[in-house]
Nanobody, 127 residues
């Protein structure tokens, strides 16, 4: 059974950091790219970052560039999202999703690209 499980969310003060993990089971991430998305109450779901391929082609939402870093450890079948200098507006449920490597990664921040989704992890940034 193909499954993605997010972890690492929590409550953090503004300026703090969190590292989210997306662990895959039932399939080999060597053949998939991963995107991170977030959904805040009253807002549309938005793509935050993606990573495709073993070389690590990456993309970011403009407002997180320089603060968030996506990486992958294929040996652990896991993708990470390091989030630094967190702001209250980063508060949301964060989801990871998987798409085959031969997808059109020009659309890497579009949820329509992805076939498999995790259940999400809550990130709350407040003082």
């Amino acid at each position: 059974q193909l499954q993605l499980v997010e972890s690492g969310g929590g409550l953090v003060q503004p300026g703090g950091s969190l590292r989210l993990s997306c662990a895959a089971s039932g399939f080999n991430l060597d053949y998939y790219g991963i995107g991170w998305f977030r959904h805040a109450p009253g807002k549309e779901r938005e793509g935050v970052s993606y990573i495709s391929g073993s070389v690590g082609n990456t993309g970011y939402l403009d407002i997180v560039k320089g603060r968030f870093t996506i990486s992958r450890d294929n040996a652990k079948n896991t993708v990470y999202l390091q989030m630094n200098d967190l702001k209250p507006e980063d508060t949301a449920v964060y989801y990871c999703a998987a798409a085959p490597l031969d997808s059109n990664w020009y659309n890497g921040l579009s949820p329509r690209l992805y076939d498999y989704w995790g259940q999400g992890t809550q990130v709350t940034v407040c003082s």
